[in-house]
């Protein structure tokens, strides 16, 4: 008999630290996010020590700054343009903010969560996808900001967005249909071409091709509308050129090598009038040639759908 219990508090001496080590190797609620990004909006992430959360952008990412380096490590490398990974680095409750800047101009807000080792009640969010708002683009007339339904990984390996069906074609599918086959380019180390506008509500989407005709790798900046005017003189110089508000662009890459084209779309709400000697213009520069962009007219009223283009 004392044998068998001898047995049995041997087992139970064995039995205890493998579940104890298998409660502490419990994983959290892991969470992948898809959300459309608006700008006046702060994202929450959050994190746990001893796991990494990836956050994936839309464009090439220029920097990221960390509000606490202490308490959160951040990391970025060239190799994926699009993403950024965040840690938290102490093992103690902390928060704090980070701000990604894109290549094309655009802020992503982020507050970093953690509640430290002790909590394990909170999800981990181990991928954040930030989509592209809804636009003109897509058939509607105002951005529409819709926050993605978090997903476990347990359950789900393919995320996809919840985000409401879309009517129209995406940014891509219009692009390469609106995609500019005879350019008539402007320029002549940069060359810039305009296609036909499409109008909607004073809103117009205006497709445009860019060309480096130069021996070197050039970076483009994002695309602008001004509207210029001309003085009665005989010269006829241009006598202002004042800015047009853009709501969105599009553009399949901003780093050309020599020879290389990119297609991209603009979109901007239309001035209701202008004067006779006035034009409405897209200007493209480079990043190293910022004073010398290189314009290309538009038409300032869009042929009716279904008309020759």
């Not at 298998?22 to 959300?35: F, G, K």
């Not at 926050?147 to 069906?165: H, Y």
């Not at 000697?277 to 869009?302: G, K």
Request: hydrophobic share 40%; glycine share 4%; aromatic share 6%.
């Amino acid at each position: 008999m004392k044998k068998c219990l001898s047995l049995v508090h041997l087992i139970t001496i064995c039995f205890l630290p493998f579940h104890k080590a298998s409660a502490q190797t419990e994983l959290p609620q892991a969470r992948i996010v898809n959300l459309s990004i608006d700008p006046e909006q702060v994202v929450v992430l959050h994190l746990r020590p001893g796991y990494v959360s990836s956050v994936r952008v839309l464009e090439e990412v220029s920097s990221v700054v960390l509000g606490d380096p202490g308490a959160f490590k951040v990391d970025h490398s060239e190799a994926e343009p699009q993403l950024v990974f965040f840690k938290a680095a102490s093992a103690k409750p902390a928060q704090t903010n980070a701000l990604i800047t894109t290549r094309g101009g655009h802020e992503i807000s982020l507050s970093l969560v953690s509640q430290g080792k002790s909590d394990r009640s909170e999800p981990v969010d181990y991928i954040l996808n930030c989509e592209r708002p809804h636009s003109f683009l897509i058939a509607s007339t105002h951005p529409v900001f819709v926050v993605g339904e978090t997903k476990t990984v347990a359950t789900e390996n393919q995320p996809t967005s919840t985000a409401p069906e879309k009517p129209g074609r995406q940014e891509p599918d219009l692009l390469r249909a609106e995609r500019i086959e005879n350019p008539h380019w402007e320029g002549k180390q940069l060359q810039v071409a305009v296609g036909q506008a499409i109008e909607q509500e004073q809103q117009m989407a205006v497709p445009f091709a860019v060309l480096n005709s130069s021996p070197r790798t050039i970076e483009v900046l994002p695309p602008q509308i001004q509207l210029a005017g001309t003085s009665k003189d005989k010269h006829r110089k241009a006598i202002k050129a004042e800015p047009v508000a853009i709501k969105d662009y599009w553009i399949t890459s901003r780093r050309l090598a020599p020879g290389a084209r990119a297609d991209g779309i603009v979109v901007f709400e239309r001035p209701t009038f202008k004067e006779s000697r006035e034009r409405l213009l897209l200007a493209v520069a480079q990043a190293e040639e910022v004073d010398r962009p290189v314009l290309a007219p538009i038409a300032f009223v869009a042929p009716v759908s279904g008309g020759a283009k």
